[in-house]
Nanobody
Framework: QVQLVESGGGLVQPGGSLRLSCAAS????????MSWYRQAPGKEREWVSRISSDGDTRTYADSVKGRFTISRDNAKNTLYLQANSLKPEDTAVYYC???????WGPGTQVTVSS
C-alpha cells in the first residue's frame, strides 16, 4: 500500500536551514506529482509547495517563495524540501502528499526558535 514517511525536522534557530525528506513506497513515485503541506498549532493545514512528476514544474506558497526549494529524486523514490532563512512562523508539522490521492505521511516537526 502507499506509504509516505517524512524525516529531517528538528529545532533550528531563526535564519537557519533544514532539509526535509519524504520516502515514498507502494506506488510508482515517478508518475505522480507531490506536495508539501504544513500545520501549525491551532491552525488549519496549509499547502506549501508542489512539484510535477518529472520535477520540471514547481510552485510555492507566497509565504515560503524564495526561501524554500522543493525537489525530488525519482531513482530514490524520495521528495525533498530545502527550507532556508527559517522564521518562527515556519514552525509546524510538515507533511508530504501525493497530489492525485489522499495519502499522507505522519509528518515531521519543525520548530524555529531561539
Amino acid at each position: 500500500q502507499v506509504q509516505l514517511v517524512e524525516s529531517g525536522g528538528g529545532l533550528v534557530q531563526p535564519g537557519g536551514s533544514l532539509r526535509l525528506s519524504c520516502a515514498a513506497s507502494g506506488f510508482t513515485f515517478s508518475t505522480y506529482g507531490m506536495s508539501w503541506y504544513r500545520q501549525a498549532p491551532g491552525k488549519e493545514r496549509e499547502w506549501v509547495s508542489r512539484i510535477s512528476s518529472d520535477g520540471d514544474t514547481r510552485t510555492y506558497a507566497d509565504s515560503v517563495k524564495g526561501r524554500f526549494t522543493i525537489s525530488r529524486d525519482n531513482a530514490k523514490n524520495t521528495l525533498y524540501l530545502q527550507a532556508n532563512s527559517l522564521k518562527p512562523e515556519d514552525t509546524a508539522v510538515y507533511y508530504c502528499k501525493v497530489v492525485a490521492g489522499n495519502y499522507w505521511g505522519p509528518g515531521t516537526q519543525v520548530t524555529v526558535s531561539s
